[in-house]
């Protein structure tokens, strides 16, 4: 069941070429062509079609070993005798846009989204959106006991440049909301807006989407797709990157900075003074944009958020927060089944950048995010005012701090429980602790001033042997205190590698 290891929730990675020691490359072509024709038994299984009736769609970001895994899954497709559709360089959004506009019965994306160069993946969608965990294990599965093509049969292969068609929607889209009176067509006339594309997918959206609807993109940095990632690692949470666009916003005087991950599934912004608008205050400034439009909706977001984003969602814009588990399928899949309880939700975001709005079909696309907050932002022009002062009222905590406490034992997801379990019971007898409820991953203390002024979240993550400890304080010192008091229970624990704690100490 080697292919079973490729699994990472609901996509599929692995190491796809040489060049990082230590690191073997499991994702090669011959898996590629068995998980290939796993999905296209899942796929006729799903829709009730041959193969030679399939429709299916393949895109991939600038990885340099992107093309030989594209290929692998075109031949593969073909001798199974599906229609094919090339579209070369796109991004994962619109490769699900492809089975909404293009009508196809199934998408593949080639991505491994922020990882090094010397990864890759494979994400699957149909017109229901992006499959879920299950749904990769029956894959996998099938993929397994794959030997032979099921029908030798050759389909027939096309080419096209979807992302261009997927750039004008957008265009469209930011026209139609932003209902221009005076330019309709170029409702982003006047604005310098730079794009970071950081070697990825996303350098498109700069001369496809904002050139045309009038902004000058000159200056902006790294549009060129190059799989070596020269210049930084394409991830909006990366520190190297969002300061190379911060401080290109500020040289060039320019309106405001975009920064997309390697398929653009995720995006952060940058404010005119070069501040970054990723984590919480994206979170603030999308839900100001979405409660203004849906006026009392729920926003689900990831169990990481701040207090004082609570306070701005629910006190400064009279929204509702729901805060879930980490994971985007997590958020999403709980925005669509508080909708389905009757509890109103049009967003489910994560403090990654993870975006996906109802009115976009539960996708998390970063490009789509923008274009969102871009409507908003030539209405604002009008008035003299500038997306940034959506948040102005939005709270910072005075410190905040993740730490990764390395579980060193074979069996980690348990004993990681059990750490978790015992700290629910020792918490309540803490002074100074309040358990926070509801909570849905992990536990999660609030702390009075005198024991921290602030709140720490210790929860297992999803795919590795770690302990993530997240905490925010508003005093000084603050997260010392917390993690002086939370070492002592820590130290019981002989398979925890608490070194990061101690040395922040």
Known sequence: MELLKLQN???????????????????????????????????????????????????????????????????????????????????????????????????????????????????????????????????????????????????????????KEYAAYLADYIRRAAQDPDDYDHPLRGTRILVDAGNGSGGFFAGQVLEPLGANTTDSLFLEPDGHFPNHTPNPENSEALNAISQAVKKHHADLGIIFDTDVDRAALIGRDGSSINRNALIALVSSVVLEKYPGTWIVTDSITSEGLTAFIEKELGGHQHRFKRGYRNVINEAIRLNRTGQECHLAIETSGHAALRENYWLDDGAYLVSFILTKMSRMRRTGKHPE?????????????????????????????????????????????RMVTPNYEGVR?????????GW????????????????????????????????RFLERYEKLDITQCEEYL
């Open 9 to 163: 929730g609901s996509d599929i990675r692995g190491v796809a070429m040489e060049g990082i020691p230590g690191e073997e490359v499991n994702l090669t072509r011959e898996a590629t062509r068995k998980i290939t024709l796993g999905f296209v038994q899942w796929l006729a299984g799903r829709t009730g079609k041959a193969a030679a009736n399939l429709k299916i769609s393949i895109g991939r970001d600038s990885r340099l070993s992107g093309p030989a895994l594209a290929k692998a899954i075109t031949d593969t497709l073909l001798e199974s005798g599906c229609q094919v559709w090339d579209y070369g360089l796109s991004s994962t959004p619109a490769m699900f846009m492809s089975t909404i506009l293009e009508k196809m019965d199934g998408a593949v994306m080639l991505t491994a989204s922020h990882l090094p160069f010397n990864r890759n993946g494979m994400k699957f969608f149909t017109r229901h959106g992006g499959l879920e965990k299950e749904d990769i294990r029956d894959i996998l599965l099938k993929a397994e006991t794959s030997n032979d093509i099921p029908v030798r049969k050759t389909g027939q292969l096309y080419k096209k440049d979807f992302l």
């Open 445 to 453: 203390v609030a702390c009075d001033p005198e024991h921290g002024h």
């Open 456 to 487: 720490f979240l210790l929860r297992l993550s999803l795919h590795d042997p770690v302990l993530p400890l997240n905490a925010e304080s508003n005093t000084e010192g603050g997260i010392r205190i917390m993690m002086k008091e939370l070492i």
């Open 389 to 433: 002062d959506l948040i102005s009222k939005l709270k910072h905590p005075l410190e905040e701090k993740e730490f990764r406490i390395r579980i060193q034992t074979e069996d980690f997801a348990s004993y990681g429980q059990k750490v978790l379990d015992d700290l629910g019971k020792y918490a309540k007898a803490q002074e100074g602790w």
